[in-house]
């Protein structure tokens, strides 16, 4: 749909993040690559913090996926400080799991607590119960 379809530049951008995660949740990594890179471009063009935001998001699981978990880490770490400042509290949550599985994975079991236990605590203020399992089962 994307090769098919133009759009506005922030619509597209839009439509790149969702299929990037998409094809990540598939095992597209290749594609997925593909969508963020110029979804990355797109971001800085439009200067859009919440658009760079996504791109750190899906960069760090794809960097997950792929076993490089010293980018993942640092590109969830990044995704979680910008969808909390932007209050986007559902991408916050999402990205602060993926946060603690790469911490997890990676052999920093210490740090991965603590980041579930934060999750769990703003998704009991928030009454969140999907994105709060998630966190307790990175626990």
Not at 49 to 72: E, I, K, Q
Not at 81 to 96: I, K, Q, V
């Amino acid at each position: 749909m994307l090769s098919a379809v133009t759009a506005p530049p922030v619509a597209r951008a839009e439509g790149l993040w969702v299929a990037s995660w998409i094809a990540l949740i598939q095992g597209d990594r290749d594609q997925a690559e593909r969508w963020l890179d110029e979804l990355a471009v797109l971001a800085k063009e439009l200067d859009d913090p919440r658009l760079n935001s996504h791109v750190h998001h899906w960069t760090g699981l794809l960097a997950m996926f792929t076993g490089d978990l010293d980018t993942a880490v640092r590109e969830l770490q990044a995704a979680v400080d910008g969808h909390h400042a932007r209050d986007d509290r559902e991408m916050e949550l999402t990205a602060r799991y993926a946060l603690a599985t790469a911490l997890a994975v990676g052999g920093h079991a210490d740090n991965a607590l603590t980041v579930s236990s934060e999750t769990v605590a703003l998704c009991e203020e928030n009454g969140e119960q999907n994105a709060r399992a998630d966190a307790e089962w990175a626990d």
